[in-house]
């Protein structure tokens, strides 16, 4: 089958066709040393995106379901803290820049609110001083408007989704910016970072957008793991080996809306001559079936099109543009909509063996994590 075009908005620009619509999708974050899979964390994310045409932006209301770590339920003390603590911040409600960025946190001050409740019950449940200083960590995060954004940007699937890729690329398909991603959790390593539309749909009719970045931070990995905001080195004469990282995130976005189906990164660190660090992060939907589509927004745009089209012509000309509008629709196929929450209730199976490196690809692993039990 040939190849089609990509479809552009205008001249290179993409624009998301936000519609009123569910969907949940599958995160799953791995660690590795020298390639050995060192830690694993997986979880569900329901993302409710309710449009504003009138106001022209969008609202994204985010809840994180069951968070697994290795494939297990946190099972230390400040793991089971942390998770009960986390259950005040969702579900998040913001606000999105036309480029796909977070702007605002709309519910702010209900999260605020919800932390203290939630607080109480921890302190109940948990005594010792451990407790005490999660408490006083956590109430830096959640009381302050500031520290609450913050901390939205060290989450991997937050950092990735709301990335501005909706924006007017060059003749040449390409985007240059910079990113700051939490390689190392609260620390993060800055890349310069060429994003690139490919000019034509994948077989499975999606649009391919790919980020390929190197480091250009001037700090060490010694002086990021410990906090720094400046390269030492500045202040001496001694020389000092900036970090050696690189990354690469692949983007692929439904034809229709250009919504986001999945967002697969690879970010790989040098630590020192023997040890190299490697995350890998998958972000899936999960469709409730393999012939989903969303809903499309071309009628919409060609009829905006017509009728701009139309202010330049004489007044008798624009009387037939109802007409018009009316014969394009009945044109454009339906497309399925499978929205909202799945009627049946949903298992999930949970490997119980070590976790350990196999062949296949990473997608497969990932899709093997949310797969249903028959």
């Known amino acids: 089958m040939d190849s089609k075009n990509v479809v552009f908005d205008s001249n290179f620009g993409l624009n998301f066709g936000s519609s009123d619509q569910k969907r949940t999708y599958g995160f799953c974050y791995e660690n590795y040393e020298n390639d050995t899979l060192k830690n694993q964390i997986h979880y569900e994310v329901e993302v409710n995106i309710m449009s504003d045409q009138y106001a022209d932006t969008c609202i994204f209301e985010i809840d994180r379901k069951q968070f697994y770590l290795n494939n297990k339920l946190p099972q230390l003390k400040i793991e089971q803290i942390t998770e009960k603590a986390s259950q005040a911040f969702f579900p998040l409600h913001i606000k999105i820049k036309k480029t796909?960025?977070?702007?605002?946190?709309?519910?702010?001050?209900?999260?605020?609110?919800?932390?203290?409740?939630?607080?109480?019950?921890?302190?109940?449940?948990?005594?010792?001083?451990?407790?005490?200083?999660?408490?006083?960590?956590?109430?830096?995060?959640?009381?302050?408007?500031?520290?609450?954004?913050?901390?939205?940007?060290?989450?991997?699937?937050?950092?990735?989704?709301?990335?501005?890729?909706?924006?007017?690329?060059?003749?040449?398909?390409?985007?240059?910016?910079?990113?700051?991603?939490?390689?190392?959790?609260?620390?993060?390593?800055?890349?310069?970072?060429?994003?690139?539309?490919?000019?034509?749909?994948?077989?499975?009719?999606?649009?391919?957008?790919?980020?390929?970045g190197n480091a250009i931070d001037d700090r060490t990995v010694d002086e990021i793991m410990e906090g720094y905001s400046f390269p030492k080195s500045h202040y001496s004469e001694e020389p000092e080996e900036p970090v050696d990282s690189k990354m690469n995130v692949e983007y692929k976005l439904y034809q229709e809306d250009r919504s986001i189906f999945s967002i697969s990164g690879t970010f790989e660190t040098k630590i020192n001559e023997?040890?190299?660090?490697?995350?890998?992060?998958?972000?899936?939907?999960?469709?409730?079936?393999?012939?989903?589509?969303?809903?499309?927004?071309?009628?919409?745009?060609?009829?905006?099109?017509?009728?701009?089209?139309?202010?330049?012509?004489?007044?008798?000309?624009?009387?037939?543009?109802?007409?018009?509008?009316?014969?394009?629709?009945?044109?454009?196929?339906?497309?399925?909509?499978?929205?909202?929450?799945?009627?049946?209730?949903?298992?999930?199976?949970?490997?119980?063996?070590?976790?350990?490196?196999?062949?296949?690809?990473?997608?497969?692993?990932?899709?093997?994590?949310?797969?249903?039990?028959?």
Do not use: C, M
């Open 274 to 374: 023997n040890l190299n660090k490697k995350i890998q992060i998958e972000i899936y939907h999960l469709a409730k079936t393999s012939s989903f589509r969303p809903w499309s927004d071309a009628a919409f745009k060609e009829s905006s099109r017509i009728f701009q089209s139309y202010q330049i012509k004489e007044d008798d000309d624009i009387i037939n543009i109802a007409e018009r509008i009316k014969k394009i629709q009945s044109e454009t196929p339906k497309t399925e909509r499978v929205l909202g929450s799945p009627k049946e209730k949903s298992y999930f199976y949970i490997h119980e063996e070590p976790v350990e490196i196999k062949k296949s690809g990473f997608t497969e692993r990932l899709k093997s994590l949310f797969r249903k039990k028959k």
């Open 100 to 212: 796909g960025e977070i702007q605002e946190i709309l519910n702010g001050e209900a999260i605020k609110r919800k932390w203290l409740q939630t607080k109480n019950e921890i302190k109940q449940y948990y005594k010792g001083g451990v407790t005490a200083k999660i408490i006083h960590k956590i109430d830096g995060i959640f009381l302050s408007d500031n520290t609450l954004k913050k901390s939205i940007s060290q989450n991997w699937f937050f950092h990735l989704y709301f990335k501005p890729i909706y924006i007017e690329y060059t003749s040449r398909l390409r985007f240059k910016s910079i990113w700051e991603s939490p390689v190392f959790g609260n620390q993060f390593i800055e890349y310069g970072v060429i994003q690139t539309v490919k000019d034509q749909y994948d077989e499975n009719d999606k649009i391919t957008i790919n980020t390929d």
